[in-house]
C-alpha cells in the first residue's frame, strides 16, 4: 500500500511538472495571410486558406476548412496561405486582415496560443520596426499650380495620400520642380517652376527628405535650384542630389531611426536644364563613376544605403538594359536599395544580390492627364527589422484631374493593372 501511495504521489508530482511545464510555455504565435502577386484576392475573411504541412495541425483548430499544401508553389491564384509573420518570400504579397496590416497592428494578424518554448518575436517587431514610404515624381508646377490656384489651398495635392506618411519613421519623393519666392508663371509649359510657399504643403505632408537631382531643377537657373535648397532647409527637409559645389551635390544624408543609421543619395542620368556642378558652380549629382565613389563612401557610413535615381526613358513599363547595368553596379559599391524615377510610369521591380530595386515609381503629384498610365504611380512602405529589409508594401495611386491624388480602389481593374506593372504581370498585354 505504501509503494502505491508512493507510486501514486511520485506521478502526480511529475504531471504537476508537466502541466507547469506547458503553462509556461503556451506562447502568442503568430501568422499571416500571404497570396500569389497574381492574385486578383482582397478580403481575407472570404478566401480560400491553406498552410504548409508544418504549421497544419497548429493552425486547423483556429481556422476552419484550411487546406495543407506540401509546397508554396502549390498554393493556387484563389487562396491564402498562412505563414508565419517573419517568412519572407519575395514571389508572395501579404494581405490585409481586416483591413489592416500586420506590420501595423496585430488586428492584422491571425494569432493563436499554442505550445512553444520560443517566442515568435512579433510584439518585438512592432515595438522596433522602422518604416521608411517613398513616393515617386513630385512636380509643383504647372498644371498642379494651377489646381493649388484654383483651390486656395497649398495642401490639396497631398490631402488624400499624407495618410500614407502619418506614421512612418522616414519619408521620401523625387522632387522635380524647383521652388522661387518671386514666381511668374513661364511662358513656356516645359518649363516646371512653382512658388516657395508650396514647401509648406511638403513639410504638412510629413515629408522628411527629397531627391532634387531631377532634370528640371535647372528650370529657374542656378539661383532657382539654390532658393529651392534654401527654402526647403527652411522646413527642415533634407535633400540629396544637388548642391551649390559637386561635394554637396555628392554629399551623404544619414537620418538616424532606432539605433539604425540609414544614408540617402540622389543621381540623375537624364539631360535637362541643369548639369553636374564643379567647385565654384551649382549643379545635380550625375549617375557616373563619381556616384559610385559616394556610394562606396557613403556605405561605410550607415547600417542601410537608399539610392533615389532619375534615369532612364520616358513611358514604358520596362528599364533599358542601361538602367539595369547601373542597378548592379550600385549595389556591387554598397546600395542597399534602389528607388527609380523617370518614365512617368510604374516600372517593373527586380532583387539583385539580395537587395531591392524598384526601377521605376510613376508618377505621385503632377499634372500628366493624358493618359491611363501617366495618371498612376506607387507609394511603397519598406519595413526594417533588426538592420534588415523584411517586407515591402505596394499601393496603387491615381492621379484626378482636380489636382488631388487618390489611393486607386483595391477592387479596380486599375489596381491590379498597376500591381501588373511593378511585378511583370501582363506587361505585354493591352493596358491603356
Known amino acids: 500500500m505504501k509503494i502505491m501511495k508512493y507510486f501514486w504521489g511520485s506521478f502526480l508530482s511529475i504531471v504537476i511538472v508537466i502541466l507547469i511545464f506547458i503553462a509556461s510555455n503556451i506562447e502568442t504565435q503568430t501568422f499571416v495571410p500571404f497570396k500569389n502577386k497574381n492574385s486578383r484576392i482582397i478580403d481575407y475573411s472570404i478566401a480560400d486558406k491553406a498552410t504548409l504541412k508544418k504549421y497544419h495541425f497548429t493552425l486547423k483548430w483556429f481556422v476552419p476548412n484550411l487546406k495543407k499544401i506540401d509546397k508554396i508553389e502549390e498554393l493556387k491564384n484563389n487562396e491564402v496561405i498562412l505563414l508565419p509573420w517573419n517568412t519572407t518570400v519575395t514571389d508572395l504579397i501579404h494581405i490585409k486582415v481586416n483591413n489592416v496590416s500586420f506590420f501595423e497592428s496585430n488586428h492584422g494578424a491571425i494569432q493563436i496560443k499554442t505550445f512553444s518554448i520560443k517566442n515568435d518575436g512579433y510584439e518585438k517587431f512592432l515595438n522596433e520596426k522602422i518604416t521608411l514610404t517613398a513616393a515617386g515624381t513630385v512636380v509643383l508646377a504647372r498644371g498642379v499650380h494651377k489646381s493649388i490656384q484654383q483651390k486656395n489651398d497649398i495642401f490639396y495635392p497631398w490631402k488624400n495620400t499624407k495618410h500614407l506618411f502619418a506614421t512612418s519613421d522616414i519619408n521620401i519623393v523625387n522632387f522635380k520642380s524647383p521652388l522661387v519666392s518671386n514666381f511668374k508663371y513661364p511662358k513656356s509649359s516645359w518649363l516646371l517652376i512653382g512658388k516657395s510657399i508650396y514647401a509648406k504643403g511638403i513639410k504638412d505632408a510629413n515629408i522628411n527628405l527629397v531627391s532634387i537631382s531631377g532634370n528640371h531643377m535647372g528650370d529657374a537657373k542656378e539661383r532657382g535650384l539654390l532658393e529651392t535648397i534654401k527654402t526647403l532647409k527652411k522646413y527642415n527637409i533634407e535633400t540629396v542630389g544637388a548642391g551649390k559645389s559637386i561635394t554637396e551635390a555628392y554629399r551623404c544624408k544619414k537620418i538616424k531611426k532606432k539605433n539604425i543609421t540609414f544614408g540617402f543619395l540622389g543621381f540623375n542620368n537624364v539631360p ?24 562606396k563612401h557613403c556605405n561605410n557610413q550607415v547600417d542601410q544605403l537608399v539610392v533615389m535615381v532619375n534615369w532612364g526613358i520616358e513611358y514604358s513599363h520596362i528599364p533599358r538594359n542601361k538602367e539595369k547595368k547601373w542597378a548592379n553596379k550600385m549595389i556591387e559599391a554598397g546600395a542597399d536599395l534602389i528607388l527609380g524615377d523617370q518614365a512617368h510610369w510604374v516600372q517593373i521591380h527586380e532583387t539583385i544580390s539580395g537587395k531591392h530595386v524598384s526601377y521605376g515609381l510613376g508618377n505621385y503629384i503632377f499634372d500628366q492627364h493624358w493618359s491611363e498610365k501617366t495618371t498612376e504611380g506607387i507609394i511603397q512602405k519598406f519595413i526594417f527589422f533588426e538592420n534588415k529589409l523584411m517586407f515591402i508594401d505596394t499601393i496603387p495611386i491615381k492621379l484626378a484631374k482636380d489636382g488631388s491624388i487618390n489611393v486607386i480602389n483595391p477592387t479596380s481593374d486599375r489596381f491590379f493593372n498597376v500591381l501588373d506593372a511593378y511585378y511583370g504581370n501582363k506587361i505585354n498585354e493591352k493596358y491603356n
Open 272 to 295: 535637362g536644364s541643369i548639369g553636374k556642378p564643379n567647385e565654384k558652380s551649382s549643379g545635380i549629382a550625375w549617375l557616373d563613376n563619381q556616384a559610385l565613389d559616394a556610394i
